[in-house]
């Protein structure tokens, strides 16, 4: 009873950290990001996150993520991009790829707006790890530890949300420091 009991005001005062947190939005790239601005729009004046901009372009997917939505959004870094390996994201920019680069982006958006305290809350109501399918059919499994989200790929992939719950008109975006794979 007192391990339940010390559970649960250790999940509360996490939540209640992330949503301190949560009360201004971050600067992502350098840049302010706006509550009333799109994920595209305010994704594109991030200079850490050129690399998905351009990717998100050549996919053909503007025009959906600056839709109704809503939509979470796990955002790779620059450097996430970079770390995969070489000649990846040339070759996955390319027109005769833009299939596999639809399907490798639209598992990074989960149909709807999951803040951190929501992740939090799920994870711990399933036993530590939540999954969810994302836009593309993948699945993600979603997990916490130190107040921090972890997101499992179905390639074996860890990703870290580095900055959480920036939101957008339109959802909301955690940027993550590895690009989330599919079964292949």
């Known amino acids: 009873m007192k391990a339940l009991r010390t559970l649960l005001i250790a999940t509360l005062l996490g939540a209640s950290a992330t949503a301190a947190l949560a009360a201004s939005n971050p600067d992502v790239g350098g840049a302010p990001m706006f509550e009333d601005k799109n994920i595209i ?13 351009a990717a998100v372009k050549a996919a ?3 025009e959906t ?11 790779p870094t620059n450097e996430a991009f970079a770390a995969l390996p070489a000649g990846t994201v040339e070759n996955l920019l390319k ?3 833009k299939d596999t680069l ?3 982006l639209a ?9 951190a305290a929501d992740v939090n809350k799920m994870a711990m109501d399933d036993g530590g790890t939540h999954e969810v399918t994302t836009v593309g059919g993948c699945k993600l499994w979603l997990s916490v530890k130190d107040n921090v989200v972890w997101i499992k790929d179905e390639a074996g992939g860890m990703a870290k949300v580095t900055i959480a719950d920036v939101k957008q008109s339109n959802g909301v975006i955690h940027v993550i420091d590895k690009v989330l794979l599919p079964k292949m």
């Open 95 to 97: 027109p005769e790829n």
């Open 65 to 75: 993520l600056q839709g109704k939505g809503p939509f979470t959004v796990f955002a």
């Open 102 to 104: 639809v399907k490798i």
């Open 107 to 115: 598992c990074h958006v989960v149909a709807a707006n999951a803040m």
């Open 41 to 53: 729009e305010n994704a594109v004046n991030s200079k850490d996150h050129t690399t998905l901009v």
């Open 60 to 62: 053909g997917l503007v």
